[in-house]
Protein backbone atom coordinates (compact mmCIF):
# COMPACT_ATOMS: atom_id res chain seq x y z
CA UNK A 1 0.00 0.00 0.00
CA UNK A 2 1.80 3.26 -1.00
CA UNK A 3 2.33 5.95 1.35
CA UNK A 4 3.91 9.85 1.24
CA UNK A 5 7.43 7.89 1.08
CA UNK A 6 6.69 6.29 -2.10
CA UNK A 7 5.89 10.05 -3.57
CA UNK A 8 8.98 11.14 -1.69
CA UNK A 9 11.38 8.24 -3.24
CA UNK A 10 9.83 9.06 -6.30
CA UNK A 11 10.50 12.98 -6.40
CA UNK A 12 14.32 12.26 -5.13
CA UNK A 13 15.37 8.91 -6.83
CA UNK A 14 15.93 7.85 -10.32
CA UNK A 15 13.45 6.91 -12.83
CA UNK A 16 11.47 4.00 -11.85
CA UNK A 17 10.49 0.77 -13.98
CA UNK A 18 7.04 2.17 -14.21
CA UNK A 19 4.94 5.00 -12.77
CA UNK A 20 3.01 5.48 -9.64
CA UNK A 21 -0.55 5.38 -9.83
CA UNK A 22 -2.49 7.88 -7.51
CA UNK A 23 -5.90 8.84 -6.26
CA UNK A 24 -6.63 12.58 -5.79
CA UNK A 25 -9.43 11.94 -3.08
CA UNK A 26 -10.15 15.91 -2.39
CA UNK A 27 -14.07 15.29 -1.49
CA UNK A 28 -16.32 15.09 -3.69
CA UNK A 29 -14.03 13.35 -6.40
CA UNK A 30 -14.54 9.94 -4.83
CA UNK A 31 -17.79 9.84 -3.82
CA UNK A 32 -18.61 7.79 -6.48
CA UNK A 33 -16.37 4.74 -5.84
CA UNK A 34 -16.98 4.73 -1.95
CA UNK A 35 -20.94 4.14 -2.87
CA UNK A 36 -22.27 7.80 -2.71
CA UNK A 37 -22.81 10.30 -0.55
CA UNK A 38 -26.34 11.78 0.16
CA UNK A 39 -25.49 14.82 2.65
CA UNK A 40 -22.32 15.87 1.92
CA UNK A 41 -23.09 18.39 4.93
CA UNK A 42 -22.10 14.47 6.80
CA UNK A 43 -19.02 14.58 5.27
CA UNK A 44 -17.73 17.58 6.21
CA UNK A 45 -18.72 17.93 9.63
CA UNK A 46 -19.31 14.37 10.58
CA UNK A 47 -15.44 13.18 11.69
CA UNK A 48 -16.36 9.59 11.91
CA UNK A 49 -18.12 9.29 8.32
CA UNK A 50 -15.09 11.48 6.62
CA UNK A 51 -12.71 9.32 7.86
CA UNK A 52 -14.18 6.26 7.18
CA UNK A 53 -14.94 7.28 3.83
CA UNK A 54 -11.52 7.93 3.58
CA UNK A 55 -10.11 4.79 4.68
CA UNK A 56 -12.48 2.52 2.71
CA UNK A 57 -11.04 4.39 -0.70
CA UNK A 58 -7.88 3.44 0.69
CA UNK A 59 -9.01 -0.21 1.01
CA UNK A 60 -10.77 -0.19 -2.15
CA UNK A 61 -7.84 0.74 -3.97
CA UNK A 62 -4.65 -0.71 -1.91
CA UNK A 63 -2.33 -0.87 -5.00
CA UNK A 64 -2.91 3.29 -5.82
CA UNK A 65 -1.00 6.25 -3.69
CA UNK A 66 -4.10 8.37 -2.26
CA UNK A 67 -3.53 11.64 -1.45
CA UNK A 68 -3.89 13.38 0.26
CA UNK A 69 -5.30 9.83 2.32
CA UNK A 70 -6.25 10.64 5.57
CA UNK A 71 -7.02 14.46 6.21
CA UNK A 72 -9.06 17.50 7.46
CA UNK A 73 -11.20 17.93 4.22
CA UNK A 74 -13.23 20.98 4.39
CA UNK A 75 -13.09 21.84 0.96
CA UNK A 76 -11.03 25.32 -0.63
CA UNK A 77 -12.57 27.59 2.21
CA UNK A 78 -9.89 27.69 5.14
CA UNK A 79 -7.66 29.92 4.57
CA UNK A 80 -10.25 33.00 3.00
CA UNK A 81 -11.99 32.08 6.34
CA UNK A 82 -9.18 33.60 8.49
CA UNK A 83 -10.18 37.13 7.19
CA UNK A 84 -14.54 36.59 7.61
CA UNK A 85 -16.80 36.35 5.68
CA UNK A 86 -20.25 34.14 5.26
CA UNK A 87 -19.50 30.33 4.35
CA UNK A 88 -22.86 28.71 2.78
CA UNK A 89 -22.42 24.92 3.12
CA UNK A 90 -24.40 22.54 0.41
CA UNK A 91 -25.86 19.07 1.20
CA UNK A 92 -24.90 18.58 -2.76
CA UNK A 93 -21.67 20.67 -3.28
CA UNK A 94 -18.37 21.53 -1.74
CA UNK A 95 -18.79 25.08 0.63
CA UNK A 96 -18.91 28.54 -0.72
CA UNK A 97 -16.90 31.63 1.07
CA UNK A 98 -18.79 35.31 0.46
CA UNK A 99 -16.14 38.01 -0.47
CA UNK A 100 -14.45 39.45 2.78
CA UNK A 101 -13.45 43.13 1.01
CA UNK A 102 -16.11 44.78 -0.72
CA UNK A 103 -13.95 47.84 -1.88
CA UNK A 104 -10.53 47.89 -2.16
CA UNK A 105 -9.58 50.90 -0.16
CA UNK A 106 -10.44 48.11 2.60
CA UNK A 107 -6.89 46.77 2.33
CA UNK A 108 -5.30 49.91 3.57
CA UNK A 109 -6.76 48.67 7.06
CA UNK A 110 -6.45 45.21 6.84
CA UNK A 111 -4.85 43.17 10.19
CA UNK A 112 -3.40 39.82 10.19
CA UNK A 113 -5.45 37.11 11.36
CA UNK A 114 -4.60 35.27 13.95
CA UNK A 115 -3.26 31.86 12.41
CA UNK A 116 -4.48 28.44 13.66
CA UNK A 117 -7.38 30.82 15.79
CA UNK A 118 -9.34 32.60 13.44
CA UNK A 119 -11.94 31.08 10.60
CA UNK A 120 -12.11 27.16 9.79
CA UNK A 121 -8.33 27.33 10.94
CA UNK A 122 -8.86 25.43 14.75
CA UNK A 123 -11.81 23.30 13.14
CA UNK A 124 -9.11 21.77 10.49
CA UNK A 125 -6.35 21.42 13.08
CA UNK A 126 -8.89 19.82 15.79
CA UNK A 127 -10.57 17.38 13.05
CA UNK A 128 -6.82 16.35 11.84
CA UNK A 129 -6.19 15.39 15.44
CA UNK A 130 -8.83 13.83 15.79
CA UNK A 131 -8.69 11.58 13.35
CA UNK A 132 -4.95 11.14 13.68
CA UNK A 133 -5.59 9.73 17.52
CA UNK A 134 -8.17 7.45 15.65
CA UNK A 135 -5.94 6.09 12.99
CA UNK A 136 -2.63 5.78 16.09
CA UNK A 137 -6.00 3.32 17.60
CA UNK A 138 -5.66 0.83 14.01
CA UNK A 139 -1.98 0.82 14.81
CA UNK A 140 -1.60 3.59 11.53
CA UNK A 141 0.10 6.31 11.25
CA UNK A 142 -0.92 10.05 9.59
CA UNK A 143 0.81 11.47 6.92
CA UNK A 144 2.52 14.92 7.23
CA UNK A 145 0.67 16.74 4.82
CA UNK A 146 0.56 20.31 4.42
CA UNK A 147 -1.89 22.02 2.47
CA UNK A 148 -2.98 25.77 1.44
CA UNK A 149 -5.21 27.15 -1.12
CA UNK A 150 -2.28 29.83 -3.00
CA UNK A 151 -1.97 33.68 -2.48
CA UNK A 152 -3.77 34.41 -6.18
CA UNK A 153 -6.83 31.84 -5.10
CA UNK A 154 -7.46 33.43 -1.50
CA UNK A 155 -6.69 36.98 -2.66
CA UNK A 156 -9.65 36.38 -5.01
CA UNK A 157 -11.60 34.64 -2.65
CA UNK A 158 -11.29 37.69 -0.63
CA UNK A 159 -12.24 40.29 -2.88
CA UNK A 160 -14.80 38.43 -5.42
CA UNK A 161 -12.59 37.06 -8.55
CA UNK A 162 -14.06 39.71 -10.84
CA UNK A 163 -12.42 42.53 -9.01
CA UNK A 164 -9.37 40.68 -8.48
CA UNK A 165 -8.72 40.78 -12.62
CA UNK A 166 -10.20 44.47 -12.61
CA UNK A 167 -7.65 45.40 -9.40
CA UNK A 168 -4.63 44.20 -11.70
CA UNK A 169 -5.50 47.37 -14.17
CA UNK A 170 -7.48 49.64 -11.69
CA UNK A 171 -5.06 49.38 -8.17
CA UNK A 172 -2.12 47.18 -8.80
CA UNK A 173 -0.61 48.85 -5.69
CA UNK A 174 -3.58 48.17 -3.36
CA UNK A 175 -4.02 44.52 -4.64
CA UNK A 176 0.17 43.59 -4.00
CA UNK A 177 -0.18 45.07 -0.53
CA UNK A 178 -3.03 42.21 -0.23
CA UNK A 179 -1.26 39.20 -1.78
CA UNK A 180 1.66 39.95 0.36
CA UNK A 181 -0.37 40.02 3.60
CA UNK A 182 -2.07 36.73 2.22
CA UNK A 183 1.18 35.44 1.08
CA UNK A 184 2.13 36.12 4.94
CA UNK A 185 -0.88 34.17 6.24
CA UNK A 186 -0.05 31.24 4.13
CA UNK A 187 3.06 30.59 5.00
CA UNK A 188 2.35 31.28 8.67
CA UNK A 189 -0.48 28.79 8.78
CA UNK A 190 1.75 25.74 6.69
CA UNK A 191 4.21 26.68 9.84
CA UNK A 192 1.55 25.97 12.30
CA UNK A 193 0.96 22.65 10.35
CA UNK A 194 4.55 21.69 10.35
CA UNK A 195 4.16 22.57 14.07
CA UNK A 196 0.82 20.45 14.73
CA UNK A 197 1.54 17.31 12.95
CA UNK A 198 5.58 17.03 13.94
CA UNK A 199 7.22 18.13 10.20
CA UNK A 200 5.34 18.66 7.17
CA UNK A 201 6.84 15.91 4.54
CA UNK A 202 4.81 17.10 1.29
CA UNK A 203 3.07 20.62 0.86
CA UNK A 204 0.20 21.14 -1.75
CA UNK A 205 -0.65 24.67 -3.18
CA UNK A 206 -3.98 25.02 -4.67
CA UNK A 207 -3.62 27.97 -7.41
CA UNK A 208 -5.95 28.06 -9.97
CA UNK A 209 -5.54 31.68 -10.50
CA UNK A 210 -1.80 31.93 -12.59
CA UNK A 211 -2.76 30.66 -15.98
CA UNK A 212 -5.92 32.91 -15.51
CA UNK A 213 -3.52 35.89 -15.87
CA UNK A 214 -1.33 37.35 -18.51
CA UNK A 215 2.25 36.22 -18.32
CA UNK A 216 3.63 39.08 -17.55
CA UNK A 217 0.87 39.81 -14.09
CA UNK A 218 1.27 36.46 -13.28
CA UNK A 219 5.05 37.08 -13.07
CA UNK A 220 4.71 40.54 -11.24
CA UNK A 221 2.26 39.41 -9.11
CA UNK A 222 1.94 35.77 -8.59
CA UNK A 223 4.94 34.57 -9.04
CA UNK A 224 7.23 36.23 -6.40
CA UNK A 225 4.50 34.73 -3.57
CA UNK A 226 4.87 31.32 -4.33
CA UNK A 227 8.29 30.74 -4.37
CA UNK A 228 7.92 32.70 -0.81
CA UNK A 229 5.92 30.14 0.17
CA UNK A 230 7.33 27.08 -1.77
CA UNK A 231 10.97 28.31 -0.54
CA UNK A 232 9.93 28.53 3.09
CA UNK A 233 10.30 24.71 3.21
CA UNK A 234 13.13 23.55 1.89
CA UNK A 235 12.88 20.04 3.13
CA UNK A 236 9.15 19.27 2.25
CA UNK A 237 8.25 17.50 -1.57
CA UNK A 238 5.91 20.23 -3.05
CA UNK A 239 3.21 20.02 -5.50
CA UNK A 240 1.42 22.92 -7.39
CA UNK A 241 -2.14 22.11 -7.98
CA UNK A 242 -3.53 23.70 -11.51
CA UNK A 243 -5.70 21.84 -14.12
CA UNK A 244 -5.89 24.73 -16.00
CA UNK A 245 -4.27 25.39 -19.56
CA UNK A 246 -1.13 26.86 -19.32
CA UNK A 247 0.08 28.96 -22.19
CA UNK A 248 4.21 28.66 -23.65
CA UNK A 249 4.51 31.51 -21.82
CA UNK A 250 2.88 30.67 -18.44
CA UNK A 251 4.67 27.48 -18.12
CA UNK A 252 8.15 28.44 -18.19
CA UNK A 253 7.35 30.78 -15.01
CA UNK A 254 5.60 28.00 -13.42
CA UNK A 255 9.28 25.74 -13.28
CA UNK A 256 10.99 28.61 -11.50
CA UNK A 257 8.00 27.89 -8.77
CA UNK A 258 9.83 26.06 -6.35
CA UNK A 259 7.50 23.01 -7.28
CA UNK A 260 8.30 19.44 -7.67
CA UNK A 261 5.41 17.83 -8.45
CA UNK A 262 2.51 19.25 -11.25
CA UNK A 263 -0.78 18.26 -10.92
CA UNK A 264 -1.74 19.43 -14.40
CA UNK A 265 -5.37 19.40 -16.61
CA UNK A 266 -5.22 16.28 -18.33
CA UNK A 267 -7.95 17.34 -20.10
CA UNK A 268 -5.74 20.42 -21.74
CA UNK A 269 -1.94 19.27 -22.08
CA UNK A 270 -1.49 16.02 -23.54
CA UNK A 271 1.36 14.15 -21.73
CA UNK A 272 3.75 14.28 -24.13
CA UNK A 273 3.41 18.39 -24.35
CA UNK A 274 3.75 18.20 -20.64
CA UNK A 275 6.69 16.73 -21.19
CA UNK A 276 8.24 18.36 -24.14
CA UNK A 277 7.15 21.57 -22.59
CA UNK A 278 8.77 21.08 -19.11
CA UNK A 279 11.91 18.82 -19.69
CA UNK A 280 11.73 17.01 -17.04
CA UNK A 281 11.91 20.06 -14.55
CA UNK A 282 9.19 19.72 -12.97
CA UNK A 283 7.00 15.88 -12.60
CA UNK A 284 3.37 15.28 -13.70
CA UNK A 285 0.67 14.26 -11.76
CA UNK A 286 -1.70 12.94 -14.23
CA UNK A 287 -2.06 12.24 -17.42
CA UNK A 288 -5.69 10.41 -17.55
CA UNK A 289 -8.94 12.71 -18.78
CA UNK A 290 -10.95 13.30 -16.05
CA UNK A 291 -13.68 14.40 -18.64
CA UNK A 292 -13.43 11.89 -20.82
CA UNK A 293 -13.10 8.00 -20.81
CA UNK A 294 -12.35 8.04 -17.18
CA UNK A 295 -16.02 9.78 -16.21
CA UNK A 296 -18.05 8.30 -19.33
CA UNK A 297 -16.00 5.41 -20.43
CA UNK A 298 -16.23 1.76 -19.58
CA UNK A 299 -13.30 -0.08 -17.65
CA UNK A 300 -11.99 -2.04 -20.83
CA UNK A 301 -11.58 2.01 -22.45
CA UNK A 302 -9.95 3.38 -19.19
CA UNK A 303 -7.48 0.53 -19.71
CA UNK A 304 -6.45 1.38 -22.68
CA UNK A 305 -6.08 5.27 -22.25
CA UNK A 306 -3.85 4.68 -19.74
CA UNK A 307 -1.31 2.84 -21.12
CA UNK A 308 -1.36 4.57 -23.94
CA UNK A 309 -0.12 7.80 -21.37
CA UNK A 310 2.16 4.78 -19.27
CA UNK A 311 3.80 4.18 -22.64
CA UNK A 312 4.51 7.94 -23.32
CA UNK A 313 6.13 8.47 -20.10
CA UNK A 314 8.77 5.66 -20.25
CA UNK A 315 12.34 7.50 -19.62
CA UNK A 316 10.24 10.00 -17.66
CA UNK A 317 9.12 10.22 -13.80
CA UNK A 318 5.08 10.28 -13.57
CA UNK A 319 2.64 10.15 -10.64
CA UNK A 320 -0.32 8.52 -13.30
CA UNK A 321 -3.63 9.50 -12.36
CA UNK A 322 -6.35 11.86 -13.86
CA UNK A 323 -5.24 14.98 -14.38
CA UNK A 324 -6.77 17.05 -11.80
CA UNK A 325 -9.27 15.39 -9.49
CA UNK A 326 -12.50 13.27 -10.79
CA UNK A 327 -16.23 13.70 -10.69
CA UNK A 328 -18.01 12.51 -8.29
CA UNK A 329 -19.96 10.18 -11.11
CA UNK A 330 -16.50 8.42 -11.99
CA UNK A 331 -17.07 4.70 -10.52
CA UNK A 332 -14.41 2.18 -8.78
CA UNK A 333 -14.26 -0.04 -11.77
CA UNK A 334 -12.77 2.61 -13.73
CA UNK A 335 -10.83 3.76 -11.05
CA UNK A 336 -9.33 0.70 -10.31
CA UNK A 337 -8.69 -0.07 -14.50
CA UNK A 338 -6.56 3.00 -14.47
CA UNK A 339 -4.68 1.71 -11.48
CA UNK A 340 -4.23 -1.88 -12.82
CA UNK A 341 -3.49 -0.45 -16.31
CA UNK A 342 -0.57 0.98 -14.66
CA UNK A 343 0.54 -1.53 -12.91
CA UNK A 344 0.59 -3.97 -15.29
CA UNK A 345 3.80 -5.66 -16.94
Not at 28 to 43: E, Q, R, S, T
Not at 89 to 94: Q, R, T, V
Request: glycine share 8%.
Amino acid sequence: MPDLQDLIRLVRGPVPERPLPAIWDYFPCHAGAVGGVDNFLDYYFDVEMKLHLQLKLIDLLPEALILPGVFPDLGVVVEASAFGGQIVWFEKGAPFIFPTIKELREIDELKMPQVGLAGLMPLALRQREVMRRKLKEKGKEMGKWGFSMGPAEVTGLLLGYDKFYLALYDDPKRLSKLMEIVTELIVSWLQKQEVEYGGMEVLCLGEHVPHQVNPEQMKEFILPCLKTVYSAFPKAVKIYHNEGFHSGQHIPLVLEFGADIWHFGSDVHSIKDFYSQTQDRIIPFGGVNPHGIMRHGSPQQVWAETRAVVEAAKGHKLLLSTGTGTTPEVTLENLRAMVQATLAE
